[in-house]
Structures are given as structure tokens and as C-alpha cells.
């Protein structure tokens, strides 16, 4: 099933973007998230650090706005085995219509994937999204502030999360008349997961800092 | 009383042997203009009476005016398709003044365009009969000026010819398709005693050049006595050049046009409250949005702190220099005024391009000449 709907998606983008490239925008951007994960479980915190790598594009065709993003790295943890080091890889593809210059509102799924030696998790993130570009006053520099809150998430097989939302407040820069762009972003998610049988609440935060540098094509 | 009678009778035959001549003379100038009038008018016959009266032993006619009614009766006969005839009537016109035909030449060609022809015959029949009583004139020659190379650039550059007869003579140049009898151009009679250059276009009515080719040159001339030039040639050929193209012009440089949008300072409070609204919000995010038992033992994080200072600080550059974009109708003005001006510089330069193309330059090359 995740795999057919990764493959509709890599379709419907790759359909898109030549379209897009020639009559709107292509952006595509790579970047690093420097990452720091804590878990709350029964009384106990462990933290894991690592750094996630991946890119994102985003097509824009009039209002609409497609965006496919992936990332991947490992955490360390302390080499325990209750905190050992996991493997991470998130993939999220989010549709939205821009309602102003500056706001998009949309819808956005995702998926997530945790592979540590105990076994492999995968999260099924899916909500709504709003992201907020205002001009700072210079030419191609914005504000980002965007929040998504993925109420409809659960982890495969197993709870529901109790709560999930995804936030990244940052600075966009575009300078004129250039192809390129950059991004410095501090992203924060929290994802609260209801209990199952014997274990109880878990709660998971992921924060630290984005970078990311890309390129537009297209008006 | 006789003396008186004497007296009227010499008046009255006065004043009659008087207007015998007078009445006489005006209608024989009547009569051959008529004459000539009615040739025009394709009335041979009665062109032919009245000439006919007039050479009458009794019409009293000159030797010029019998010279000219020969002459027109001459016409008559060409009109009758009667050639020996023409000739006959040339001769006999020759012979009662040899001056008179000569000059009315072009009227006689008018009136016919063989007249000429048939005239010059009858000339030679003439002199030859002349030439065992009086001694021969002195040949008329003739001799030009022309360029050996010459290039006419301009659509209205056109090739001079200078005829030079050895005495005052009347010169006619006529040009030709080498291969073709038929004249393709015949300048105006150039009067004897004037020496001036004759000026031929080898250029169409429209500019365009005649085909390249050889063309052949010959000038004629005649004396006041009647005495032909041995007519002289020579062949030039024609090339049409390339045309001389100017080149289009450049485009307008982006530097010469001046932005139709411009860059305003102006200091705007949203943007402050934006930038320290999303500074504060991004600094507040962590323990705002985050749980507390995950929170615990964190006693800050420094990237939380670089991205809000870096958005506050941003935002406050872009309040001290912030700009908004104004549109300048001015600036458009102008830069509309040099693509206009543009514009009209490629259409000048295609329209005059497209003349040179259809009139390119001509050169003309005296056949011998070293140049060819």
C-alpha cells in the first residue's frame, strides 16, 4: 500500500514538473536537518541526535502547490539497548492552494520510518498544513513560518497519536533576478502516542536547525 | 491731262506687277503646310495634289520651297509603299537645294521613320553625281569620350558619352543588346557645334539594372551639308554588383533602458512587528508547543535562539531599508521612446537595404579595356 501510493506520487510529480518548468515554477532544494529526538516512556527520557539529509520540491502551477519532500539519517543514542541508534527515513508529499502571496493552506501526508536492530516502525502522518512567507522588507528575503497538524496519524500496527504537528519558523532568500535560493529554519515536531497493552503514553519531540539551498526554474 | 492719265496708268500697273508676287508666294507656304497636314492626317492623295501644284512651273515656288515639296512628296511615296520612288523624289529635292531636307530632317522622320534612310540614299546618289565636277569634302570623323571601367553606384548614376566630330556635326548615340539589330535606347540629338557629355541610365524603369550583358555603343553624326560621319562602335559589358547592405542595427543594450519599476524606500512597521513576531514565536515554539516531561533538563537550545535572532534581526533590516516596488510612467515613457526609435532604425535600415538590394551598383566595362 505505502508502496503504491509513493510510486502515484512520483507519477503525478513527474507528470508535472515539465509542464510546470516551462509555464510556472520548479523549485528544488537539498538540505541538512540537525537533529535532536527525545522520547518520554513511562518516567523515562532518552535523547538521540543525528543529522538528516534530503531535498524537497515544490511545483507551482497558478495557486496550486504541489511539494514532494524526503529525509533520511540515523540518531545515535547512548548504545543501550534501550536507547539504541535508528535509522530514519520520512517522506512527505503536501498539495496546497495559495490563498494569498503570502498563505497556503493545504493537506499533507506522510510517512516515516524507523529502522533500529528491536525493529522496524513506520508512522502514517496526515493532516492539514498552513504556511505564512511575509516579506521582510528587502527584495527576495521572506519569513517562513509554517505549521502542519496531523491529526489523522497513527503508527502502523499499532496506537493512534494523541497528537502530531509539525512546525518550521525560518528566513527564505531569493535574490533577484538569480536561480537561487537558500533557507535557515529551527523545525520542531511533537508527536504524542496513546498507549498500547502494557506500555503506556509516549511522547516524541524532534527539533533543531534547517539549512537548505536550492534553485528556481521558472517564473 | 495726258500726264495725269500716264500718272494712274503706271500706279494701277505698279501697284498690279506688286501683288503678282505677294499672292503667289503665300499660297505656296499654304499649300505645303497643308500638304504636310494632310500626310499627318494619312490623306497621301491629296497631299500628293497640292505638292504637285506646287512644283507647277507656274506656281512660282522657290528653289527651297520646290526642295521641301519634293521632300514631303518623297513621304508621300513611302506612305505608298513606292521605296524608288522616295528616293527619286530625295534626289530631286537635293538637287533643286541641297540644304534644305538636311535641316527638315526631323520632321521628315517624324512624317515617316524610314525618311531618314531613304534621304541618305538619295544623298550619296547625289554627291556621287556631284563628285566628278567639284572637288570632295573633307571625311567627318568621329570620335568619343567614354569611361574604359566605370561603376555607377547611385540609381541615377548614369554613364556618360562625349561624341567628338572632327567639325561641327549633329551626333545621335544609340545602344543596343549585343546580338540584337533593335535599339534599345537612342539619346536626344545632340545639335551641331555643342559639345556635351550624353548621359545613359542602364537601369530599368523601376531602378532595377538591365540584365548584364553586352551592350553595344554607336554614334552617328551628320554636317550642315548633309555629310555623313563613318559611324563609330564599341562594346561595353555590364555587371550588376552586390549590393552594399548596411548592417542592422544593434539591439537596445538593458543598460541604455531605465527600470520601469522603481525600488522606493519606505520604512514599514509590518515588517518589524513580522520579523520580531516570528523571532519571538520561534524562540517560544519549543516550550509553547513541546510537552514539559520532554522538555525537562533542557536549559536552552542555542539554534532555537540563532533562528529567532536571525528573523528579528532580519526584519529589522528590512524596516530601516525596507523598499516597496513603484511603478515609474516616466521611465516607461522613455524606454518605450527607444524602441520605438529602434524600431524605426531596423525598419529604415531593412527598407533601405531592400533598395540597395533591388539597385545594386552597375559597372560598365570598355570591351579591351585591361580591367575586364
Redesign the interface.
Known amino acids: 500500500m505505502r508502496r503504491a501510493s509513493a510510486s502515484l506520487v512520483l507519477v503525478v510529480v513527474a507528470l508535472l514538473v515539465p509542464g510546470a518548468a516551462s509555464a510556472q515554477r520548479l523549485s528544488l532544494t537539498g538540505g541538512g536537518f540537525n537533529v535532536q529526538r527525545r522520547v518520554f516512556l513511562q518516567n523515562s527520557l532518552v535523547q538521540q541526535t543525528g543529522m538528516w539529509i534530503g531535498g524537497s520540491g515544490t511545483v507551482r502551477l497558478g495557486k496550486l502547490r504541489i511539494g514532494l519532500s524526503g529525509l533520511m539519517g540515523t540518531l545515535k543514542g547512548d548504545g543501550s539497548s534501550s536507547n539504541p541508534d535508528v535509522k530514519v527515513r520520512a517522506t512527505a508529499l503536501t498539495v496546497g492552494i495559495a490563498f494569498a502571496p503570502a498563505v497556503t493552506v493545504g493537506a499533507q501526508v506522510e510517512a516515516r520510518r524507523f529502522d533500529a536492530d528491536a525493529g522496524i516502525t513506520a508512522w502514517r502522518l496526515i493532516g492539514g498544513c498552513l504556511r505564512f512567507e511575509p516579506g521582510l522588507g528587502i527584495p527576495g528575503l521572506r519569513g517562513l513560518a509554517d505549521l502542519a497538524v496531523l491529526p489523522a496519524s497513527s503508527v502502523s500496527g499499532g496506537p493512534s497519536l494523541k497528537m502530531a504537528l509539525e512546525t518550521t519558523v525560518g528566513l527564505t532568500f531569493s535574490p533577484p533576478r538569480s536561480v537561487l535560493q537558500a533557507r535557515l529554519a529551527y523545525r520542531f515536531e511533537r508527536f504524542d502516542i496513546g498507549a498500547q497493552g502494557l506500555a503506556g503514553e509516549r511522547y516524541e519531540q524532534f527539533r533543531g536547525l534547517m539549512v537548505e539551498v536550492g534553485v528556481r526554474l521558472g517564473r | 491731262m495726258r500726264l495725269r492719265g500716264l500718272v494712274v496708268l503706271s500706279v494701277v500697273g505698279g501697284i498690279a506687277c506688286a501683288v503678282r508676287p505677294a499672292e503667289a508666294q503665300v499660297p505656296v507656304q499654304r499649300q505645303l503646310a497643308a500638304a504636310r497636314q494632310h500626310i499627318v492626317n494619312l490623306n497621301a492623295d491629296s497631299a500628293a495634289q497640292l505638292l504637285q501644284s506646287v512644283l507647277d512651273v507656274t506656281s512660282g515656288a522657290s528653289p527651297n520651297e520646290r526642295s521641301w515639296a519634293y521632300a514631303l512628296l518623297a513621304v508621300v511615296r513611302l506612305a505608298e509603299q513606292n521605296r524608288n520612288g522616295a528616293r527619286m523624289m530625295f534626289e530631286q529635292s537635293l538637287r533643286a537645294s541641297p540644304r534644305l531636307p538636311v535641316d527638315s530632317l526631323a520632321i521628315l522622320r517624324d512624317l515617316d521613320s524610314e525618311a531618314e534612310i531613304v534621304f541618305q540614299e538619295a544623298r550619296v546618289v547625289v554627291q556621287g553625281a556631284a563628285r566628278g565636277a567639284v572637288a570632295p569634302a573633307a571625311p567627318l570623323l568621329l570620335d568619343y569620350q567614354v569611361s574604359r571601367d566605370t561603376t555607377l553606384s547611385g540609381p541615377q548614376e548614369r554613364l556618360t558619352v562625349t561624341p567628338l566630330p572632327t567639325r561641327p556635326a549633329r551626333t545621335v548615340v544609340t545602344v543596343r543588346t549585343a546580338g540584337d539589330v533593335s535599339v534599345l535606347w537612342r539619346s536626344d540629338t545632340l545639335p551641331a557645334g555643342v559639345s556635351r557629355p550624353i548621359l545613359w541610365l542602364p537601369r530599368g524603369p523601376d531602378g532595377r539594372p538591365l540584365p548584364d550583358n553586352v551592350y553595344v555603343f554607336d554614334v552617328t553624326g551628320i554636317d550642315d551639308a548633309g555629310t555623313l560621319a563613318t559611324p563609330v562602335q564599341w562594346r561595353m559589358r555590364l555587371t550588376a554588383l552586390p549590393p552594399v547592405t548596411q548592417q542592422p542595427p544593434r539591439p537596445l543594450a538593458e543598460s541604455a533602458l531605465l527600470p520601469e519599476t522603481l525600488?522606493v524606500r519606505q520604512?514599514?512597521m509590518?515588517?518589524l512587528l513580522?520579523?520580531a513576531g516570528?523571532g519571538v514565536?520561534?524562540a517560544l515554539?519549543?516550550t509553547a508547543?513541546?510537552?514539559a516531561?520532554?522538555?525537562?533538563?533542557?536549559s536552552g537550545?542555542g539554534?532555537?535562539y540563532?533562528?529567532?535572532g536571525?528573523?528579528t534581526v532580519?526584519?529589522l533590516?528590512?524596516?530601516l531599508?525596507?523598499?516597496r516596488a513603484e511603478y515609474s510612467a516616466a521611465n516607461t515613457r522613455h524606454n518605450d521612446s527607444l524602441r520605438s526609435q529602434y524600431e524605426e532604425r531596423v525598419r529604415a535600415a531593412n527598407r533601405a537595404n531592400e533598395l540597395a538590394r533591388r539597385q545594386p551598383p552597375i559597372r560598365l566595362v570598355r570591351e579591351g579595356s585591361p580591367n575586364r
Not at chain 2, 516531561?293 to 533542557?298: I, M, P, Q
Open positions: 525600488q520604512r514599514s509590518v515588517t513580522a520579523g516570528l514565536a520561534t515554539i519549543p508547543l513541546g510537552r516531561e520532554v522538555n525537562k533538563g533542557l537550545d539554534t532555537v540563532v533562528v529567532a536571525s528573523v532580519a526584519g533590516v528590512g524596516f531599508n525596507g523598499r
